[in-house]
């Protein structure tokens, strides 16, 4: 079985401040990792993912992550962040898998919620 | 493509009560699924489907119904409301792409149970 941890229920931050949204997994499989946003009143949409190859992850909105193996931690990051970037964000797994069933079956942690202060 | 859409936004029922959450998506993706979502404990998957005709359970099924008789839409069937599934409900597709499965959100319902 596969569990996630968001270190952060709440990170509140300045508007053009940096921001870090911490992620922890667990898992006895190998997964790929999930970075998903959720703007108020909004269903959820991909912000980035990583499935192998390099550690640092660029997704949209100018957010990246990056994956650590040896700590099992797959951290978000964006440098300066905008008013626009006040949402929920929720951290998922899903394990390697070609069959439906398996590789569609996302694993999420609790949520972050950022609020961007002016 | 307007992608995932649920019917309704809002609905407010009373203990014992039943309800059909509506689903339905445009981009004749064959995986569909239901997850509610709770303060705290991000989305928990409730049932999905691989294709019309088939369904199966997720992790939080009980008290849920579904079916699948076309691509298009996956309609969530709460039997006997319960104030445990106050929540916001959200169904998903999902396409292969880049080396995994994306998934695709719709807006939301949120739920009330008295």
């Known amino acids: 079985a596969q569990s996630v941890t968001q270190l952060d229920s709440q990170v509140p931050v300045f508007e053009e401040a940096p921001v870090e949204l911490r992620c922890n997994y667990s898992?006895?499989?190998?997964?790929?990792l999930f970075w998903y946003v959720q703007y108020p009143n909004q269903g959820l949409q991909l912000l980035l993912k990583y499935l192998s190859g390099s550690t640092l992850v660029k997704g949209i909105n100018g957010f990246e992550a990056e994956f650590n193996k040896s700590q099992t931690s797959f951290h978000l990051r964006k440098p300066s962040v905008h008013i626009s970037d006040t949402a929920e964000y929720f951290c998922a797994v899903s394990v390697i898998s070609g069959i439906k069933a398996a590789g569609n079956k996302l694993t999420f942690g609790g949520g972050t919620r950022v609020l961007v202060k002016p | 493509n307007a992608g995932v859409t649920q019917t309704p936004k809002f609905q407010v029922l009373k203990t014992g009560q039943s309800m059909t959450l509506q689903c339905a998506q445009d981009m004749n993706h064959e995986y569909m699924s239901w997850y509610r979502q709770d303060p705290g404990m991000g989305l928990r998957l409730i049932h999905y489907s691989v294709g019309a005709g088939i369904t199966d359970q997720g992790e939080v099924p009980n008290g849920y119904n579904v079916s699948r008789s076309t691509t298009e839409d996956f309609p969530l069937r709460l039997l006997s409301a319960a104030p445990s599934q106050t929540s916001v409900y959200f169904c998903?597709?999902?396409?292969?792409?880049?080396?995994?499965?994306?998934?695709?959100f719709g807006p939301g319902t949120r739920l009330t149970v008295t």
């Open positions: 898992s006895s499989v190998s997964v790929y």
């Open positions: 998903a597709s999902s396409l292969y792409r880049d080396g995994s499965y994306e998934q695709y």
